[in-house]
Protein backbone atom coordinates (compact mmCIF):
# COMPACT_ATOMS: atom_id res chain seq x y z
CA UNK A 1 0.00 0.00 0.00
CA UNK A 2 1.71 3.49 -1.20
CA UNK A 3 -0.54 6.34 0.94
CA UNK A 4 -1.21 9.42 -0.85
CA UNK A 5 -2.91 12.66 -0.08
CA UNK A 6 -5.13 14.62 -1.97
CA UNK A 7 -3.86 18.01 -3.07
CA UNK A 8 -5.17 20.88 -5.34
CA UNK A 9 -2.29 22.64 -6.65
CA UNK A 10 -1.22 26.63 -5.86
CA UNK A 11 -4.98 27.24 -4.59
CA UNK A 12 -4.61 24.52 -1.96
CA UNK A 13 -4.32 26.61 1.27
CA UNK A 14 -2.02 23.19 2.69
CA UNK A 15 1.50 23.66 1.91
CA UNK A 16 3.31 20.57 -0.08
CA UNK A 17 5.52 20.85 3.53
CA UNK A 18 3.04 20.07 5.36
CA UNK A 19 1.82 17.04 3.95
CA UNK A 20 5.13 15.49 3.28
CA UNK A 21 5.37 15.87 7.11
CA UNK A 22 2.79 13.53 7.77
CA UNK A 23 4.21 10.06 9.22
CA UNK A 24 3.94 7.44 6.17
CA UNK A 25 2.81 10.02 3.46
CA UNK A 26 4.56 8.74 -0.28
CA UNK A 27 2.59 10.63 -2.94
CA UNK A 28 0.10 13.25 -3.97
CA UNK A 29 -2.90 12.84 -5.94
CA UNK A 30 -3.52 15.87 -7.41
CA UNK A 31 -4.26 16.93 -11.48
CA UNK A 32 -4.71 20.07 -14.12
CA UNK A 33 -7.38 22.98 -12.42
CA UNK A 34 -7.35 25.54 -14.98
CA UNK A 35 -7.80 23.42 -18.58
CA UNK A 36 -11.28 23.47 -19.24
CA UNK A 37 -12.68 20.05 -19.30
CA UNK A 38 -12.44 18.61 -22.78
CA UNK A 39 -9.52 20.59 -23.46
CA UNK A 40 -5.95 19.08 -23.85
CA UNK A 41 -3.64 19.55 -20.83
CA UNK A 42 -0.11 20.87 -21.71
CA UNK A 43 2.48 18.32 -21.45
CA UNK A 44 4.35 21.42 -19.84
CA UNK A 45 1.87 21.91 -17.15
CA UNK A 46 1.84 18.35 -16.29
CA UNK A 47 5.50 17.94 -15.72
CA UNK A 48 5.47 21.42 -14.06
CA UNK A 49 3.28 20.28 -11.68
CA UNK A 50 5.32 17.06 -11.05
CA UNK A 51 8.32 18.61 -10.28
CA UNK A 52 7.34 20.99 -7.69
CA UNK A 53 5.40 18.10 -5.97
CA UNK A 54 8.75 15.64 -6.42
CA UNK A 55 11.02 18.52 -5.02
CA UNK A 56 9.58 18.18 -1.54
CA UNK A 57 10.09 14.65 -1.99
CA UNK A 58 6.88 13.12 -3.06
CA UNK A 59 5.88 11.07 -5.63
CA UNK A 60 3.20 11.93 -8.36
CA UNK A 61 2.16 9.01 -9.62
CA UNK A 62 -2.04 9.15 -9.45
CA UNK A 63 -4.39 12.32 -11.07
CA UNK A 64 -7.69 12.88 -9.70
CA UNK A 65 -9.28 13.57 -11.88
CA UNK A 66 -9.72 13.88 -15.97
CA UNK A 67 -13.24 14.99 -15.65
CA UNK A 68 -14.99 12.93 -18.30
CA UNK A 69 -16.85 15.77 -20.48
CA UNK A 70 -21.08 16.28 -20.46
CA UNK A 71 -20.97 15.47 -24.11
CA UNK A 72 -19.46 12.73 -23.70
CA UNK A 73 -21.78 11.03 -21.38
CA UNK A 74 -24.85 12.38 -23.30
CA UNK A 75 -23.26 10.46 -26.44
CA UNK A 76 -23.72 13.91 -28.52
CA UNK A 77 -22.45 14.71 -32.03
CA UNK A 78 -18.72 16.49 -30.82
CA UNK A 79 -18.13 13.17 -28.51
CA UNK A 80 -15.33 11.82 -31.08
CA UNK A 81 -13.56 15.07 -30.59
CA UNK A 82 -13.80 14.99 -27.00
CA UNK A 83 -12.70 11.51 -26.70
CA UNK A 84 -9.78 12.26 -29.01
CA UNK A 85 -8.62 15.14 -26.26
CA UNK A 86 -8.87 13.07 -23.29
CA UNK A 87 -6.99 10.57 -25.28
CA UNK A 88 -4.29 12.67 -25.79
CA UNK A 89 -4.47 13.70 -22.14
CA UNK A 90 -3.74 10.14 -21.44
CA UNK A 91 -0.76 9.92 -23.55
CA UNK A 92 0.62 12.90 -21.98
CA UNK A 93 -0.12 12.13 -18.18
CA UNK A 94 1.88 8.47 -19.23
CA UNK A 95 4.72 10.47 -20.70
CA UNK A 96 4.99 12.49 -17.36
CA UNK A 97 5.35 9.00 -15.22
CA UNK A 98 1.40 8.66 -14.60
CA UNK A 99 0.62 5.35 -13.43
CA UNK A 100 -3.06 5.84 -12.18
CA UNK A 101 -6.14 7.97 -13.29
CA UNK A 102 -9.02 8.54 -11.50
CA UNK A 103 -12.43 9.46 -12.98
CA UNK A 104 -15.94 9.33 -12.92
CA UNK A 105 -19.08 8.86 -15.04
CA UNK A 106 -21.78 10.67 -12.75
CA UNK A 107 -24.03 12.99 -15.13
CA UNK A 108 -23.82 16.87 -14.30
CA UNK A 109 -23.32 16.41 -10.45
CA UNK A 110 -20.38 14.61 -9.54
CA UNK A 111 -20.33 14.09 -5.39
CA UNK A 112 -23.42 15.22 -3.46
CA UNK A 113 -23.62 16.47 0.32
CA UNK A 114 -26.84 18.50 1.82
CA UNK A 115 -24.77 20.42 4.46
CA UNK A 116 -20.95 21.16 4.20
CA UNK A 117 -20.88 22.21 8.19
CA UNK A 118 -23.26 20.03 10.38
CA UNK A 119 -21.98 19.99 14.09
CA UNK A 120 -21.19 16.80 15.42
CA UNK A 121 -21.16 16.19 19.21
CA UNK A 122 -17.45 16.83 19.69
CA UNK A 123 -17.29 20.36 18.48
CA UNK A 124 -15.99 19.13 14.87
CA UNK A 125 -18.10 19.78 11.92
CA UNK A 126 -18.75 17.45 8.51
CA UNK A 127 -20.46 16.74 5.28
CA UNK A 128 -23.42 14.61 5.75
CA UNK A 129 -26.18 13.41 3.34
CA UNK A 130 -30.12 14.05 5.04
CA UNK A 131 -33.20 13.49 2.61
CA UNK A 132 -35.40 15.95 3.63
CA UNK A 133 -32.74 18.35 3.14
CA UNK A 134 -32.46 17.12 0.17
CA UNK A 135 -35.70 17.83 -1.34
CA UNK A 136 -35.03 21.41 -0.25
CA UNK A 137 -32.38 21.36 -3.11
CA UNK A 138 -33.73 20.75 -6.40
CA UNK A 139 -31.36 22.22 -8.91
CA UNK A 140 -33.97 23.06 -11.72
CA UNK A 141 -35.89 25.87 -9.09
CA UNK A 142 -33.34 26.52 -6.75
CA UNK A 143 -29.61 28.57 -7.27
CA UNK A 144 -27.78 25.36 -6.25
CA UNK A 145 -24.11 25.01 -5.93
CA UNK A 146 -21.99 22.60 -4.10
CA UNK A 147 -18.02 21.87 -4.09
CA UNK A 148 -17.53 19.10 -6.89
CA UNK A 149 -20.46 20.27 -8.86
CA UNK A 150 -19.62 22.20 -12.42
CA UNK A 151 -20.90 25.77 -11.83
CA UNK A 152 -19.79 26.94 -15.04
CA UNK A 153 -23.43 26.47 -16.63
CA UNK A 154 -26.49 28.44 -16.43
CA UNK A 155 -29.81 27.79 -15.05
CA UNK A 156 -31.28 27.46 -18.24
CA UNK A 157 -27.96 25.17 -19.45
CA UNK A 158 -28.26 23.31 -16.34
CA UNK A 159 -31.99 22.44 -17.09
CA UNK A 160 -31.43 21.43 -20.42
CA UNK A 161 -28.88 18.76 -19.10
CA UNK A 162 -31.03 17.41 -16.57
CA UNK A 163 -34.05 16.79 -19.24
CA UNK A 164 -31.45 15.10 -21.23
CA UNK A 165 -29.97 12.88 -19.07
CA UNK A 166 -33.68 12.04 -17.50
CA UNK A 167 -34.58 11.27 -21.57
CA UNK A 168 -31.03 9.29 -22.05
CA UNK A 169 -31.77 6.86 -18.84
CA UNK A 170 -29.72 4.47 -17.28
CA UNK A 171 -29.40 1.89 -20.48
CA UNK A 172 -28.68 5.02 -22.76
CA UNK A 173 -25.83 6.38 -20.02
CA UNK A 174 -24.83 2.75 -20.08
CA UNK A 175 -24.25 2.58 -23.70
CA UNK A 176 -22.28 6.04 -23.74
CA UNK A 177 -20.22 4.54 -21.10
CA UNK A 178 -19.33 1.47 -23.17
CA UNK A 179 -18.41 3.47 -26.34
CA UNK A 180 -15.76 5.89 -24.57
CA UNK A 181 -14.17 2.86 -22.60
CA UNK A 182 -13.78 0.67 -25.74
CA UNK A 183 -12.48 3.85 -27.29
CA UNK A 184 -9.74 4.80 -24.31
CA UNK A 185 -8.99 1.32 -23.22
CA UNK A 186 -6.67 -0.14 -25.89
CA UNK A 187 -4.48 3.57 -25.89
CA UNK A 188 -4.47 2.84 -21.73
CA UNK A 189 -2.88 -0.35 -22.34
CA UNK A 190 -0.30 0.70 -25.00
CA UNK A 191 0.70 3.58 -22.63
CA UNK A 192 0.53 1.10 -19.57
CA UNK A 193 -1.93 3.81 -17.60
CA UNK A 194 -4.73 2.67 -15.32
CA UNK A 195 -7.61 4.14 -15.56
CA UNK A 196 -9.99 3.40 -12.18
CA UNK A 197 -13.25 4.53 -12.51
CA UNK A 198 -14.63 6.51 -8.77
CA UNK A 199 -18.51 5.26 -7.83
CA UNK A 200 -21.11 7.10 -7.91
CA UNK A 201 -21.42 9.21 -4.76
CA UNK A 202 -23.95 8.70 -3.51
CA UNK A 203 -24.48 5.32 -5.26
CA UNK A 204 -28.49 5.98 -6.18
CA UNK A 205 -30.22 8.25 -7.99
CA UNK A 206 -30.60 11.79 -7.45
CA UNK A 207 -32.83 14.53 -8.54
CA UNK A 208 -34.49 11.76 -11.21
CA UNK A 209 -30.58 11.78 -13.10
CA UNK A 210 -29.77 8.15 -13.64
CA UNK A 211 -26.44 6.92 -11.88
CA UNK A 212 -25.40 3.84 -12.76
CA UNK A 213 -21.62 2.81 -10.80
CA UNK A 214 -23.65 2.32 -7.25
CA UNK A 215 -23.38 -1.58 -6.53
CA UNK A 216 -21.62 -4.86 -7.18
CA UNK A 217 -24.01 -6.03 -10.10
CA UNK A 218 -23.67 -2.40 -11.93
CA UNK A 219 -19.81 -3.16 -11.18
CA UNK A 220 -19.25 -6.18 -12.68
CA UNK A 221 -20.81 -5.14 -15.64
CA UNK A 222 -18.59 -2.30 -16.01
CA UNK A 223 -15.87 -3.88 -16.12
CA UNK A 224 -17.10 -6.74 -18.43
CA UNK A 225 -17.05 -3.34 -20.94
CA UNK A 226 -14.12 -3.64 -21.37
CA UNK A 227 -11.76 -6.86 -19.91
CA UNK A 228 -8.49 -5.87 -19.11
CA UNK A 229 -6.52 -4.56 -15.74
CA UNK A 230 -6.44 -1.53 -17.40
CA UNK A 231 -10.12 -0.75 -17.09
CA UNK A 232 -10.15 -0.84 -13.04
CA UNK A 233 -12.28 0.99 -10.49
CA UNK A 234 -11.20 3.50 -7.66
CA UNK A 235 -12.99 1.17 -4.65
CA UNK A 236 -14.29 3.96 -2.22
CA UNK A 237 -15.33 3.47 1.13
CA UNK A 238 -17.26 6.28 1.60
CA UNK A 239 -19.44 6.51 -1.59
CA UNK A 240 -20.26 2.80 -1.68
CA UNK A 241 -20.28 1.63 1.97
CA UNK A 242 -22.56 4.79 2.77
CA UNK A 243 -25.53 2.29 1.01
CA UNK A 244 -26.53 -0.57 3.08
CA UNK A 245 -26.91 -2.66 0.14
CA UNK A 246 -23.11 -2.95 -0.37
CA UNK A 247 -20.63 -5.15 1.72
CA UNK A 248 -17.34 -3.21 1.03
CA UNK A 249 -15.20 -5.59 2.33
CA UNK A 250 -16.66 -8.11 0.45
CA UNK A 251 -16.57 -5.98 -2.57
CA UNK A 252 -12.59 -5.03 -1.50
CA UNK A 253 -12.14 -8.82 -1.24
CA UNK A 254 -13.76 -9.35 -4.87
CA UNK A 255 -12.37 -6.74 -7.08
CA UNK A 256 -8.42 -6.46 -5.61
CA UNK A 257 -8.51 -10.25 -6.14
CA UNK A 258 -8.90 -9.83 -9.78
CA UNK A 259 -6.05 -7.15 -9.52
CA UNK A 260 -8.99 -4.56 -11.18
CA UNK A 261 -8.16 -2.12 -8.08
CA UNK A 262 -5.21 0.36 -8.57
CA UNK A 263 -6.54 2.89 -6.52
CA UNK A 264 -8.97 3.50 -3.02
CA UNK A 265 -10.27 5.95 -1.11
CA UNK A 266 -11.07 5.41 2.70
CA UNK A 267 -13.12 6.99 4.96
CA UNK A 268 -15.76 6.41 7.16
CA UNK A 269 -19.23 7.08 7.29
CA UNK A 270 -22.22 6.36 9.68
CA UNK A 271 -25.17 5.50 8.54
CA UNK A 272 -28.54 6.44 9.37
CA UNK A 273 -32.01 5.56 8.26
CA UNK A 274 -33.73 6.47 5.14
CA UNK A 275 -30.24 6.73 3.01
CA UNK A 276 -29.27 9.76 5.66
CA UNK A 277 -25.76 9.44 6.36
CA UNK A 278 -23.00 11.37 8.49
CA UNK A 279 -19.14 11.68 7.32
CA UNK A 280 -17.19 10.68 10.53
CA UNK A 281 -13.62 10.78 11.80
CA UNK A 282 -11.68 7.33 10.40
CA UNK A 283 -11.51 5.72 13.56
CA UNK A 284 -13.89 2.74 13.18
CA UNK A 285 -16.40 3.08 16.64
CA UNK A 286 -17.03 6.71 15.08
CA UNK A 287 -18.88 5.35 11.71
CA UNK A 288 -20.53 2.35 10.33
CA UNK A 289 -17.26 1.05 8.31
CA UNK A 290 -14.89 -1.61 9.93
CA UNK A 291 -11.65 -0.06 8.64
CA UNK A 292 -9.59 -2.73 10.01
CA UNK A 293 -11.43 -5.57 8.00
CA UNK A 294 -11.22 -2.83 4.91
CA UNK A 295 -7.54 -2.82 5.36
CA UNK A 296 -7.24 -6.40 6.15
CA UNK A 297 -9.00 -7.61 3.17
CA UNK A 298 -6.74 -5.39 0.82
CA UNK A 299 -3.69 -7.28 2.70
CA UNK A 300 -4.95 -10.72 2.21
CA UNK A 301 -5.58 -9.87 -1.72
CA UNK A 302 -2.12 -8.72 -2.00
CA UNK A 303 -2.62 -4.92 -2.87
CA UNK A 304 -0.06 -2.91 -3.61
CA UNK A 305 -1.59 0.04 -5.25
CA UNK A 306 -2.40 3.77 -4.08
CA UNK A 307 -4.50 4.95 -1.42
CA UNK A 308 -5.65 8.41 0.22
CA UNK A 309 -7.55 8.88 3.43
CA UNK A 310 -10.60 10.44 1.94
CA UNK A 311 -13.09 13.43 3.37
CA UNK A 312 -12.17 14.89 6.64
CA UNK A 313 -13.96 16.50 9.42
CA UNK A 314 -13.01 19.99 10.18
CA UNK A 315 -11.18 19.84 13.34
CA UNK A 316 -9.36 22.61 15.70
CA UNK A 317 -10.64 25.63 14.10
CA UNK A 318 -9.75 25.11 10.98
CA UNK A 319 -11.14 26.29 7.76
CA UNK A 320 -11.06 25.81 4.20
CA UNK A 321 -12.30 23.46 1.49
CA UNK A 322 -15.31 21.48 2.89
CA UNK A 323 -13.96 17.54 3.38
CA UNK A 324 -10.46 18.89 2.58
CA UNK A 325 -8.68 20.27 5.39
CA UNK A 326 -5.09 19.29 6.72
CA UNK A 327 -5.54 18.18 10.37
CA UNK A 328 -8.68 15.44 10.31
CA UNK A 329 -7.39 13.58 6.63
CA UNK A 330 -3.78 13.94 8.55
CA UNK A 331 -4.98 12.25 11.03
CA UNK A 332 -6.90 9.65 9.16
CA UNK A 333 -3.98 8.73 6.81
CA UNK A 334 -1.34 7.92 10.25
CA UNK A 335 -4.23 6.13 12.03
CA UNK A 336 -4.70 3.65 8.52
CA UNK A 337 -1.22 3.84 7.94
CA UNK A 338 -0.97 2.24 11.48
CA UNK A 339 -3.70 -0.63 11.14
CA UNK A 340 -1.52 -1.17 7.98
CA UNK A 341 1.79 -1.58 9.69
CA UNK A 342 0.14 -3.65 12.59
CA UNK A 343 -1.15 -6.14 10.01
CA UNK A 344 2.25 -6.42 8.47
CA UNK A 345 4.43 -7.01 11.58
CA UNK A 346 1.61 -9.59 12.53
CA UNK A 347 2.55 -11.50 9.33
CA UNK A 348 6.14 -11.44 10.36
CA UNK A 349 5.57 -13.00 13.27
CA UNK A 350 3.73 -15.91 12.32
Request: negative net charge; contains cysteine; hydrophobic residues 35%.
Amino acid sequence: MKMTFRWYGKEDTIPLSYIRQIPGMTGIVSAIYDVPVGEIWPLAKIKSLKEEIEKVGLEFKVVESVPVHEHIKLGLSDRDQLIDNYIENIKNLAEAGIEVICYNFMPVFDWTRTQLDKKLADGSTTLVYYQEQLKQMDPETSELALPGWDTSYTKEELNELITKYKLLGEEGLWENLSYFINKIMPIAEEVGIKMAIHPDDPPWKIFGIPRIITNERNLDRFLALYDSEANGLTLCSGSLGCSKENDFVYLVRKFVSRNRVPFAHLRNVKILDNNDFEESAHYSPYGSLNMVDILQAFDDCGFSGYIRPDHGRMIWGETGKPGYGLYDRALGSVYLTGIWETIQRSKEEK
